[in-house]
Each structure stands twice: as C-alpha cells, then as structure tokens.
C-alpha cells in the first residue's frame, strides 16, 4: 500500500469516428422482456428496471410482454398522427427559418414518440413543465399550430408578446408551463406544482421534463430531494438523446450508469424505457400517472432515445459527432415503429401514411400562410414596442411609465 | 393596540393571511414544527396543519423553485430563506424564473409569492450572518423589493406583499426583531414596547407596497434610509442636532421618488444610508436619481454612508456598521456652509 | 382507474415523545457482519453495503469482521486519546462562551470518532474541505489547540484576523480548508481539488465533508456529477448525526432510504459505517484512501452518529426533540467503546482513562490561559479595524485606502 | 501584427497562458472536444490534452465550485459560463466562495481565477442570451470585474486575468466577437479586420486591470462606456457631431477613477452608458460617484443612458438596447446650453 503512481484526470472520450464522437450508449433489454410491477410496488423492488429497457415492439412490429398497453385501433391511429404532425410542423419551421422567417429553431427529430405518447396519459388540468423539445405535448393535443407558429415568427398575434425566443411556448390552457431558456428551473418548479395539488387536495398531477445533460444542474437534485421528501404527484422525465449539444451523455455522468438510477438514491422508484417505442411510453406513462393519481408519490422515467437532428439552428453537429451514427438513428425511427406495427396489425396502410403525410403537409402549409400573414420577425405587422413594459409587473409602476415616453410611447 | 416586536409581527401578518385564504402556505428551513430559528413562524403549524406550515429541506434552491411551482398553481407561497446571505443558491429560481415568468409568459402564468429574509448585521454574525443583499434584487426586473423597519409597518407590508400579484422580496433587518437598534450599541437594549410604531393591530390592514414614510420632518438634510438605518438616522439626527428629514423608504422597488424629490427640493442636501457594501449598493441608485432629479435644487453632492467594500467582519462589526458617528459626519457634512 | 379520491401532502412525521421529535434512523447490521471487498471491486458489486452497517466493535468491545483493522497498541491509544482531548477542547469552549469570552461555539459530541479516525487514514498534503463539527480532524494531528482558541476567541493571534464567526478555522498546513459559513459549498471544491491533483498528476487526495442536512444543497449534487464523470481521488463523507438543527434527517430524504445510496446513481461507490466505532471508521477510511491513491476514483461514505449536543450555542433542541432519544446516545459513546475495547484487550483501564481525562483538562486550561492573554472577544488585546480593509485583494484597491482612511486609518 | 477578431484574441490569450504555465486549465459546457459554442475554446484540447481543456457537465454550480477547489490546489483554472444569462447557478460559489476565500482566510487559501462568460444583446438571443449582469459582480467585494471592447483589450486583459491573484470576471461582449458594432444595427457588418485595434501580436502581453483608456479625446462631454457600449458612444459623437470624450472603462472594479475626474473635470458634463437595466445598474455607481467627487465642476446632472428596467425582449431588441440615437439623445440633452 506504501507507494502509489501518480495520479491522472479520468475524461470520458467515447469513440471517434470521421472526426466526430459517439454517444455509445448502454445496453438494450429484447421486447417484452421487462415485467410490470403494480402500481404500489415498493420501490426497493423494482431497482433493477433501472438497469433494464422496457420495450414494447420488437422489430417485425409486433407488441409483446407485460407492458403492451391494451389500445384500441384509433387510439393508436391519433399516435402515428401525432408524431407526424410534429415531424411535419418541424419541417415545415425548418423552411421557414432557413427563408428567415424566424431567428431560431429547434427540432425533436426522433424523439416524437416520447412527447406524443406521455401526453395522452394526461388528463385535462394535469401540468407539464416541458424543455424545448417537447412540441409534442402541444401537437398531441391538437393545441393549434398557428398559435405555435406566431410565437415562433414572433408576429402580431404571438400570445408571449415577441419577447422569448421562439419555441419557448406558454399555454396554461393546454396544460403546458412556460418554458425558460435557463435549463433544469421547471424541474424542481413541478414538484412544487405537484405539492400545491395535494396541499389543495386536489386530483392533479404534474410532468417535470429535462434533458440528459440538464440533469447536472442543480434544480435535477432540489427536485428529487423535495419529491423523495413530500411524495407529490409528478412524474420526473429525463429525455436522454445521448446529447447535449456537441457532449455525449457520458459529460453528464451516463457512462457507466443510467439516468434512471439517479432516483434510487432518493427512494423514487423509476423506469427506464425506450422512448422511440410509441407503446412502450404510453404504458409507462400511464403506470407512473396512475401512481401518482393514488396518491402513491413521484416516479422517474428515463426515455431512451436519440437527438437525431442538430441541436438547434446554431448548431453545426458534424463538428462533433459521428456522422455514421447520426444517420443510423440508432433507436430507429418511432414513426416507422409505430407505422410498422399497424400495418402488420392490418391497421394501417403504406398509402394511407402517404396520404396522411400529404394531409399533414398541407395542414401546416396552410397554418404557415396563416402566420405568415400575421407578420414575421422582420416583416409585416408587428407589436409595439410599448408592449416590452408590460407584464414586468402586474401593474406598471412609475419608473416604467417614464421609461416608455422615454422611448417616445 | 397590543405592543408587538417585529417577531410578533411578522408572525401576525402570517397568521391573519393564513387564516383569511387557504392558499397561503408557509415552509422553510426549520420553520415548521420548530417554528423558525427567529420563531417567526412559531405556531403556525400546530394551527394550520403540516401541509401549509413545514419544515423544507435545507435546499434554498428548492425552497424557491417550488414556491415558484405553487404559485403557478394558484397558491401563495411565503418561503422563508434562514438568513439573506444564503439566498444566494436561490438566486437563479428568483432572477431568472419568480422575476420573469409573468414577462416571459405574457401573463400565462404569475408568480406571486413572498420570499422573506433577514438580512442585516449587529449581532456578531460576521460574513455569513449579517449580509444586506438587496441591491441584488433591486436591479431585477420583476421583483418587488421591500424592507420594513418598525412592527406596524412590518405586519402591514408583509399582508400587502402577501396580497400582491407579483414576486415581492421580503427583507427583514434581524437587528430590529427584538427592539428598534439606533446604532448605539454600547447603550442598554431598548424593547419594542417602548416605541409607539410597535402598536400593531391583531387584524387585517395593510401598508402599501410603493410607498416612503417622512419619519423626520426636517429642513436642513434629507436622509434616505430603511431597515435599521431609520433608527440610526434618528439617532444621528439627535446627536448631532441637526434638523433633518428623515425618509423611512419601506420600498425600494418600486421606489417612491415623488416622497424623495419633495423632500429633496425642499432641503437642497441629501445623505443616503444603508448598511450594504458602498460598490453598488442601493445607494448608488438613489445617489444618481437624485442628481438627476433634484440637480438644481442641490447645494452639495449626495453623500453616502454604507457598510465598507470589504466582506462584513466579525470583531471589527461596529467598524463596519455605519452607526450614528459616522452618519452624523455626514449630516454636518452635508449641511456645513461652506 | 377512473376515479381517484383527492390528493394530499406527505409530510414527514417522525415520533413526538416529551413535547419532542425522535429521529427515526433505520436499523443496524450485527458487527462483523459486513463483507469487506477488495478496494477496486466493481461498485456494481457493493450496491448492498449503502444499506448495511459496517461496524467492527460489538456490544462487548471486541474487534471483529472482516473490517476489523490490524492496529498497534499505540495506534488504538493514540486515537482514543484524540477523541477525549477533542471532547475535552469542547468542554473547554463551551465554557468559555458561557463565560463570554467569545460570540458562538459549536460542539461535536459524540461524533469525535468520525473525524478523529478518519485523519488517521491521510497523509501530509491531502486535504479536508470539512465543515464546522470536524474539530477532531485538527485535534487528531495534534494541531495546536491554543491556535483554535485563538480564533475562536477572535483575539489578536487569530490567524482569520477576527473576520469568521468562531469554529470557522483554516489551516492550510494541516490539510483543513477554510470554511465556510454557507453550507454545502466545500463539497464540490473538494471535488476540484481532487481534479487538480490527478490533473497535475500528483498523489495527493481530498476528503469532502457535509453534514445529512446539507446533502440536499446544490454543491452536493455537482460534487456528485462531477466526481461521477471524472473519477479524480476524492472522499466524500457524509456525516449523518440524524439531526439539521431542528429537523430530522427524514426532511433532508433520509425517510426511507440512506445517504450512501445517493452515490449509487452516480455510480459512485458507497459505505454505511457505524460512525461511533472509531476501528470501524478507520477501516472504512483507509479503504476510501487507498481507493483515492490508486486512481480508482472516489468513494462515498455515510457515517451514521447522533448529534448529542446542542446544534450550537445559540440552539436549543428542548423545544423540538425528545430528550429521551437525546440522553440515550443511540450509538453509544464512541470514547466509551473504544475504551472498552482496549480495557477488554488488556491495554488500557479505567485508571488511565481518569488520569489522561484530568491531563487533558490541565491541557486545555492552560491552553485556554494562554490564548486569554491574547486577547478575548471583548478584552484585552485586538486586532486594529485597519485590518479589515486587508486581503479582500491581493493589493489593496484605491477604493479600500480611501475607505480605511474614512474609518480614521 | 496580425488582424484578429474578439474570439480570435480571446483564444490567443488562453494559448498563450497555458503555453507558458502548466497550471493553467480550462474548462466548461462545449469547451473541450467542440471548441466552446462560440469557438473560444477551439483547438486547446487538442494541443493540451483532456486534462487541461475539457467538457463539464452543464451545472455552472460544479463549473465555479470546482474551479475554486481547483484554484485553492494551486491551478490557475479558467471556467467558461456559456452565456452570463446562465451564471446565476454558479453565483453562489461566485459571491460566497471565490470572493470571499482569501479574506475569509486571511490568505490561508486563494482563488486566483477567471469566470469568462459572453454578455450582452444585439443578436436576437432574447432574455436568456442577451444579459449584462456586471451590476451583479461589482457589488462583490472581493471580485475584479473586467470587461474589454476590443480585440487588443481583450487578449491583453484576459492574459491580466489569468496572472491576477484574486478572481476575475470576465465579460465579453458577444455582439464584438466578430466586428466592432457600434448599434447602427441596419448598416453592413464591419468586419474587425478593418478596426486598428484588431491587430493583436502573437505573443504575450498585458493590458493592466484597473486603467480605463481615453478612447476619443474631447472637451464638451465626457461618455463612460465599456464594452459595444464603446463603439456606440463612437458612432454616436460621430452622428452628433459633438465633441466627446469618450472613456473605455475597461475595468469595472477596481474602478480607474483618477481617469474619469481629470475627464469630467475638464468637460463639466457626464452621459454613462449600459446595456444593463437601469435601476442599480453599474451606471448608478458611476453617476453617484462622478457627482461626489466633481460636483462642482458639473454643469448638467449626470446622465444615464441605459436599458430599460424590464427583461431583455426577443424582437423588441433594438428598442431595448441603447442604440446610438438614444445615446446621441443623451449627449444633445448634456451638451445644451441652457
Ligand atoms: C443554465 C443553462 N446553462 C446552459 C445553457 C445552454 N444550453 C442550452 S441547451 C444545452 C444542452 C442541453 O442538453 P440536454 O439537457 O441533454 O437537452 P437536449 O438539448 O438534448 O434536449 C445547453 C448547454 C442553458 N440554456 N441554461
Ligand atoms: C446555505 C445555507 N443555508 C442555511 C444555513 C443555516 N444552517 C446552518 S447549520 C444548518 C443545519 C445543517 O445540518 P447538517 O448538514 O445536518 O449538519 P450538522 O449541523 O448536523 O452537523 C443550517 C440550516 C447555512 N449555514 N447555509
Ligand atoms: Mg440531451
Ligand atoms: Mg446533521
């Protein structure tokens, strides 16, 4: 034990290839693999599914093992629906930010399946705290594009008034919270919306939502802390897309465990399960609702998943990750997944896709000419700029009065 | 009217509004079933039940980013942070989310709730105990920053911050809990009982956020202070015997600049008080508007007196404190013929 | 599924007895009863020790298990002798406050055995970033007592210059980092310290230190993530004396889980260990060291103990615990059961216990004497207020001349 | 000499440094294997290795609280705060830790260390890319706030920084990291190729913190500015046509007072300028000061021209920023003869 070698820094270096990094992520549980525990398991027994991937469809579309959620055909219609919808609508913004329409964009390539299917375990009332790559919230709930699209073109009819960056949505409505730029805030922020519903004995539950590499900030712990401590109704999201911006999720402390196993520590049962699995999400989604409907506390999912478009319009990601595994969508596509098993369920067509598709393309022409004409972020009606002194405050007090004559309003 | 000390008061606001709406929910750092290392909170558990008073864990982060999720929901949180120098981990969730949501979300959602403190020196609590942080909050848009400096007005600015529809920063100077601290230290401990602002009504009422007090009327200075200062002012005044009028600011943003100018033109001297590091400190900002404001009105510059640039000591705290010696200086200063 | 009955708030309620809380920690292991794995065994495999108790003394003061340490006779009365001089230099300070001879003080009774086994495992050059009750770090190396008192006495040899309340040391030399009023903070700076270590590729190694009620703080976290991702030799300890002021550890997560299980979703691995077993400690940090020195990256460990005395000074615990709970010593008295052990191992009796008892009480006294005369919080010589403008830079600004000349200096 | 944009010159500096001296790391969110968003980084990893240029996690909290510990080992570690709209995580570690270290200790431990962070708007980043927090720092004590508007400036004050001896922030202003803008914001980029104070030498050098630099000599009004703020006061003596002298403040704290009264003595009239909120911004300090020390040679009342007290706004971006109409406004207004 006397003499010890010098020391040296351990940095994680996942592999390169073409100039670029890998997020070699963990191992993968087959389909059907995973057992379902009740709702009021004791969370000591289900560690292991930390360490598991709770997949539904295997790869001929088949819905095997204990989770394959019991759906009805339209139910699982309105699924494929939703995510191409959004895939649409990002498509769509895509152009029109690179026509200069908007300043900023991002997409949730790949990741539609994870969005789309957890909102349609909520209920009306229920809270989401989403990151920004949650449109899918909106989208599966048929919340109107238009109104998305304003808030991105930063037009005349944007409800945020032309003051966030676009895709930083609001819709209380819709049951989606404001999203701020600041990352991992709204974690801890829904465990607080989830303990004033039961304070107020009320019967709605709440969604956290934050990306792999935001689990580092300091919000991720305070709300474990506050959730393992008060056992609120929320469910704690980690969308782990192997990427935050140019680092893969080995920076954030994924390299030799997973997310999921955070929330032991805190004795927050949780699930880790593939998120590009249409019924994968809905069924874990729905069991972690449910328990958190009874009363029975918070539970953390991990989904799986791949980010497989930049991370946003700034970003360049050839500059940083390997081009071959970008383009081999490592969890494959949720849209094919899903299409995929309804065809084979004799549910879905090839050309019924294609037309939907075609539908969808239009819906969103449509919607976009519809925005378009409510202004864009250089051209055509615009909010005045007294519109920036309010809403500081509920009432404008003096100094902001001043301020706006001062800039001649 | 009963005598209460600030204490009493604080506890009182609570109470009234615990009991009058539902939604007021209380919780910090050893706030519930202890009742608060200041006692501030005493009894509200045992009254209102352990879902709206309670203990938090010690995550100030946490204490303010779930006050931020319930007043989304609709309730109206008063989160109490131990002492204002750890707010600081809280930082964030009150700048960047409690100060901007109704802005970013243009009105989407809201943010009202209390996050009270106590701040301020004299109690030998060195750098970690004694801190006055509120030119942080006062260059926050969104933020309400209020500091009371006797118990009338403490019980009726917390139920009006209580009440408001924005994010309001309550400082509470520690020193003045149990009596109205002048700066004197080497003098006996004056009770609350003895001053005539410790009548604090067992009911409702409010004092309105926004607005200064004359708590001096004088015409040779004007003195802008809060918090412990006001009494440190009087007591300078006193001293020294030089008439001024002495502002009791209550607020700071939004501040009362109508109270300030009258006063102001009417003295042609102003002296700025406060116990925060001089470097941008609140000082400055009241220093630059009333040049701004009153420049032809003034025979001399605004003086300042502050805490020192340095961090608040623990042996040497009645060298750092601006106590009456140093505040009459500036009052002889501010209104010598020269 | 469909309906629910409302919600409602979990709040943590642990026993009331005599007006009082009880802090409900969770059961024991039997001493001995621990395996002992090598040090570089996969922290996959030693999931299950976060939820046992490594203890080495039984009830009867023998030495058993696999954890037992072979120590020499002087070893064993050395640390023995730390523990009761540390007790000593408490009682010593609690009386000199009662005295007013200085503003605050903190004790560490019952917890000696944490601090005092563990600096026996370091070497010249690591370093602690401990907190305010680890007195015993100081004490164990002998560091001189009159140095403390001088500090804690605020008087005019107080190397802090009067500027941190008492308690708040730093000594450099001794491999104790300067502390912090603002609970939390040092945890991640030990992490960085380690860092700088392996990144300079030197041998050196940090322990981290915070108390259960500060885990829940934000630097606990980052530590976490940041020892996670870049494995540099660091300990991080948690001491658990059940106890946060007023607030038992179930309000800080500790209600159905450990501490030590924090580490495990960061694939960090973790020991429980009884923290009044001084062999037992002393094991358990050894084995964290020599972790640290071979490169294999950091190791948490949760020392169970019990706040005996007061939070500190200013605190009193009649109002919110039960004195039952607190007389009882729930893991007895780490001097008793040290001392047990060397008596029923013909190395020490109770005769020698009495005698270094008043030694060290002669010890501290005359220490006391000579820091006195050096000045009080009140009396005697002091510090000039012109110190206080000095090392807030390097080179004192022209702002803080002005200002100290304002101050008549 | 070579032309060199800001992030070039910033780049150069860390090269430079950690050429020289092993201790020098750095680190962030993106640094590493990327080059940082903004490229700053570009490059070192791969001629330093992982060890001494590496990513983070994404916790500002761990970025600052390591590099204290790192800083207390005797490393000499520079962090990178992606944007200074993200530095509130960090600010505690910042306030409570990195100031306070070698007063706390009494020079038992140190934190000699940089904090780098892009600040400021003007490129459409809305509230969470566009702050200015230097408010927040100068109220420190304990911290050197530092601030260039140039590329010359830039490599000379961060090599500074990096050999200080007490903890540097520093800002750069993100609108300048690739043309020197002075707010005409409809005119064609200027590339800083053509700017002379973009030739920046391939070796080291310093630009010492604490001296502000006379940027335009003039005798009818003096402008303090930092930062785009510099350029813009340029552009808008320019559109004015009036005679100012303008000084680049270059570092905030320590303040290079001596600088500003020969200025203000000389002209009697005094504009400040920030992109920062106005209430308690830096610009207090500067107009509380001014009017202290020269307020008998002052004609007019200090001015500020500021951003406005309210979040930074997405497309209401060039009403927000204090653009060189709203300057020009200002100096017209000083300049009077009335
Ligand atoms: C507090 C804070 N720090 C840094 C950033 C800059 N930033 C924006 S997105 C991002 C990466 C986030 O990655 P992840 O959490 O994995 O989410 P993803 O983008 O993959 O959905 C970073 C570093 C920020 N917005 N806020
Ligand atoms: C950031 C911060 N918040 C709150 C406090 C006030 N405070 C001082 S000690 C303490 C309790 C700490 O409990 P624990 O971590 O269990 O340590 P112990 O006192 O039991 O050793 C609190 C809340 C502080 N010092 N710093
Ligand atoms: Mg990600
Ligand atoms: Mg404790």
């Known amino acids: ?409 | 009217m009963p005598s209460r000390t600030m204490i009493e008061a604080i506890r009182s606001a609570m109470d009234v509004s615990m009991e009058r709406d539902e939604r007021v929910v209380v919780f910090g750092e050893d706030v519930g079933f202890f009742g608060g290392v200041f006692r501030c909170t005493e009894g509200l558990q045992k009254k209102y039940g352990a879902s709206r008073c309670f203990d938090t864990p010690i995550s100030e982060t946490g204490i303010v980013g779930a006050a931020v999720g319930m007043a989304a929901y609709g309730l109206r949180p008063i989160a109490e942070i131990q002492f204002a120098d750890y707010m600081y981990p809280a930082y964030d969730q009150i700048v960047s989310e409690a100060a901007r949501l109704r802005f970013r979300s243009a009105n989407d959602f809201t943010a009202s709730m209390v996050v009270r403190m106590p701040c301020g020196g004299g109690i030998f609590g060195a750098q970690t105990h004694s801190q006055s942080p509120e030119a942080l909050f006062t260059h926050v848009a969104g933020l309400k920053t209020v500091i009371p400096s006797n118990p009338h007005d403490a019980k009726g600015l917390l139920i009006a911050a209580i009440e408001d529809e924005d994010p309001v920063i309550f400082l509470e100077p520690k020193r003045l809990y149990n009596g109205p601290f002048d700066g004197h230290y080497d003098r006996p401990v004056v009770p609350w009982s003895k001053h005539p602002l410790s009548d604090v009504p067992d009911e409702h009422y409010t004092v309105p956020i926004g607005k200064a007090v004359v708590r001096r009327e004088g015409s040779a200075v004007t003195v802008l202070a809060y918090g412990t200062m006001v009494h440190v002012a009087e007591a300078a005044a006193q001293d020294t015997g030089i008439d001024a009028e002495i502002i009791d600011l209550r607020t700071l943003v939004p501040l009362d600049i109508d109270t300030i100018v009258q006063s102001v033109e009417k003295t042609g001297r102003c002296v700025v008080i406060h116990e925060a590091t001089r470097t941008s400190g609140f000082g400055a900002e009241l220093a630059a508007q009333v040049q701004e404001r009153c420049f032809y009105h003034l025979e001399k510059p605004v003086l300042r007196v502050t805490g020192w640039d340095t961090p608040y000591p623990h042996i040497h705290e009645w060298d750092y404190f601006p106590g009456p010696k140093r505040v009459g200086e500036a009052l002889v200063e501010a209104t010598a013929k020269d």
């Open chain 1, 1 to 409: 034990m006397a003499e010890h070698t010098p020391l040296s820094l351990h940095v994680p270096a996942p592999p390169t290839e073409e100039g670029g990094r890998q997020s070699s992520s963990l191992p993968f549980s087959a389909a059907g693999a995973v057992r379902r525990p009740p709702v009021d398991v004791d969370p000591r027994e289900i560690r292991d599914l930390a360490f598991e991937l709770i997949r539904v469809l295997d790869d001929d579309g088949n819905a095997v093992g204990e989770w394959a959620p019991e759906l009805d055909v339209e139910t699982k219609r309105n699924g494929l629906r939703a995510m191409m919808k959004t895939r649409a609508f990002d498509s769509r913004m895509m152009k029109m930010q690179r026509q200069g329409m908007t300043s900023f964009y991002m997409q949730c390539t790949g990741e539609e399946a994870v969005a789309c299917a957890f909102q349609s375990a909520l209920r009306k009332g229920d809270m989401n705290f989403p990151t920004y790559r949650q449109q899918g919230l909106l989208i599966a709930q048929d919340w109107p594009v238009v109104d998305m699209m304003n808030q991105i073109l930063s037009n005349s009819a944007d409800r945020m008034k032309g003051r966030q960056l676009p895709v930083m949505y609001s819709a209380r409505e819709a049951g989606f919270f404001s999203i701020s730029g600041n990352l991992g805030t709204q974690y801890i922020q829904a465990v607080g919306w989830a303990m004033a519903s039961a304070i107020r004995n009320d019967t709605k539950i709440a969604a956290a939502w934050i990306g792999d590499g935001s689990t580092a900030e300091s919000d991720f712990h305070a709300a474990l802390v506050f959730a393992s401590v008060y056992q609120p109704p929320v469910i704690l999201n980690v969308v782990n897309n192997q990427w935050a911006i140019s680092s893969p999720q080995s920076i954030a402390g994924g390299e030799k465990t997973t997310f999921a196993a955070r929330a032991h520590g805190y004795a927050i049962p949780a699930l880790r399960v593939d998120g590009n699995d249409y019924l994968a999400v809905r069924a874990a989604s729905e069991w972690a609702a449910e328990r958190a409907r009874r009363n029975l506390g918070p539970t953390m999912i991990e989904w799986v998943t791949y980010r497989v478009a930049p991370h946003s319009t700034s970003d360049d990601p050839s500059k940083y990750r390997s081009k071959a595994e970008e383009k081999g969508w490592p969890l494959g596509d949720p849209i094919e997944r899903l299409k995929t098993h309804l065809i084979r369920t004799g549910e879905w067509s090839e050309e019924r896709s294609v037309q939907l598709a075609a539908e969808l393309d239009a819906e969103m022409s449509a919607a976009a000419s519809e925005a378009r004409a409510l202004g864009t972020l250089h051209d055509g009606p615009r909010l005045s700029p007294a519109t920036m002194f309010e809403d500081v405050y509920k009432d404008m007090p003096r100094h902001l009065r001043e301020q706006r004559q001062q800039l001649g309003y």
